[in-house]
């Protein structure tokens, strides 16, 4: 028998998420992970006689506690430089979105800092919130582009979120967004040929991005410019993802159906008839109630979506103008304010949020044969994670069977899981 990478043991219920999306639930469990996978799960008494936790090189005594599968993130701007707390005042004193973009502050404020950035800042910033993002159970982030919006530094962006990806435990799926804004200055169907014929080439040469994303929305790319960077991309081997519908409704999640995109996120003012479009075509709707919940605004309904038997997944969208990178918190918000149950809510941000970006080996899943990524909870069931908001529930992280956080630290140097 191989070397057993960890045993995580006398936990009062290990959760899985079934093929068919529904929850396993095992009581007075325990989860044997052998070179990285699941080698089993049951009772506990079962699985330490055949994978005697002393024999492993991390035993996790987990009892009273609920063991579930590592949060996955699939959509979030966790790279860049700069504060905005400023406009989190402005906006609670009434300033919107729209005014304080217009100001020169939102998106384009962080494009400068960002430009102004140098690549070992970047990356610090990056690994820093790949830390918290750790500590409070991801074990996959999606990370984008999109602080650039010029060639040199979209391809700057996406070489420190690869280099991000060879130095920390968590794995990071790579985005460009390059169609993000339109720069100060520049008009956007020029800006928009820009993206098609200049930085759209050149990040395919790089090989880095795995999906490319646009802000398809009222004031900064319609959908027939949105369609010819999304076509583009793909032409160019990058998967289609679309931000949709977030401030109002134009047209941007037909459009993920039209061109087969990996997701359509945000989708606060989709229509039924979108909803259907998306099941449909398959394509995953990624609803992000931080969003609503920092901006005040209008949630995503969940049940319209999750009625009509969507992979519906959730995500932090961690940026500077959505502050957190916590998936509890986005659970949280997912059952209070979008009517979601725990079990819904766990599965979102899990299996669900896997398939939103492309990741198909059994991530979020925790099933026998599926990466040994996990998440130990100080509490002694996975609805504490939504019920017991504000504080971070994870007491310990496993991810491919090495305990990699723990008492929210993370325990291994950078150094240590470099796989550069």
């Known amino acids: 028998m191989s070397d057993v990478d960890a045993v995580v043991y006398d936990a009062n219920e290990v959760v899985t998420v079934e093929e068919n999306g529904e929850l396993g639930v095992y009581e007075d469990a325990a989860v044997a992970v052998v070179d990285g996978e699941v080698a089993r799960i049951g009772s506990s008494g079962p699985v330490t006689r055949e994978f005697p936790p002393e024999n492993a090189a991390n035993a996790v005594d987990a009892d009273g506690k609920a063991v579930i599968p590592g949060f996955v993130d699939p959509h979030t701007h966790a790279l860049f ?27 384009l404020r962080t494009v400068r800092a960002t430009r102004n950035a140098g690549d070992d800042e970047l990356l610090s910033n990056l690994l820093d919130h790949l830390d918290t993002m750790l500590a409070h159970g ?7 582009s999109g602080y650039g919006l010029d060639t040199e530094t979209e ?41 098609v014929e200049e930085q759209i080439p050149a990040v395919a040469d790089q090989g880095v991005a795995e999906f490319c994303d646009v802000f398809c929305e009222e004031g900064v790319f319609d959908v027939p410019q949105s369609r010819r960077v999304l ?31 990996a997701s359509a996120d945000h989708l606060l003012h989709s229509t039924e008839e979108d909803v259907d479009a998306l099941v449909e075509a398959g394509v995953s709707p990624v609803l992000l109630p931080g969003t609503a919940f920092g901006l005040g605004a209008d949630y995503a309904d ?39 149950t725990p079990a819904e809510a766990l599965v979102a941000a899990t299996k669900n949020a896997a398939r939103a970006v492309d990741v198909e080996d059994g991530t979020g899943t925790l099933l026998e044969g ?37 008492g929210g630290d993370v325990v291994e140097s950078r150094e240590v899981v470099d796989r550069a």
């Open 231 to 261: 076509v583009t991309a793909a032409e160019q081997g990058m998967t289609p993802k679309v931000h949709a519908e977030e401030l109002a409704h134009i047209g941007g999640t037909q459009l993920a159906a039209d061109v087969g995109a």
């Open 155 to 195: 391809l700057r962006m996406l070489d420190v979120v690869d280099r991000a990806d060879d130095r920390h435990p968590v794995d990071v799926v790579p985005t460009f967004m390059g169609a993000h804004a339109v720069p100060e200055g520049r008009e956007t169907e020029e800006y928009v040929t820009e993206v």
């Open 81 to 107: 430089a700069g504060d905005r707390s400023d406009e989190f005042e402005a906006k609670l004193r009434g300033k919107t979105y729209q005014e304080i973009l217009a100001e020169g502050g939102g998106i």
């Open 370 to 406: 599926t990466p040994g990524d996990l998440a130990v909870l100080d509490a002694p069931t996975y609805v504490h994670v939504p019920y017991n908001f504000g504080v971070n529930a994870v007491e310990t992280v496993v991810k491919g069977g090495e305990v990699v956080a723990d």
């Open 302 to 340: 969940a049940r319209t979506f999750l009625d009509a038997g969507a992979p519906v997944a959730t995500a932090t969208d961690f940026n500077p103008n959505c502050y957190s990178q916590s998936m509890g918190f986005a659970a949280s918000l997912a059952c209070v304010e979008m009517g979601m």
């Open 138 to 144: 991801t074990t996959t982030v999606e990370v984008k």
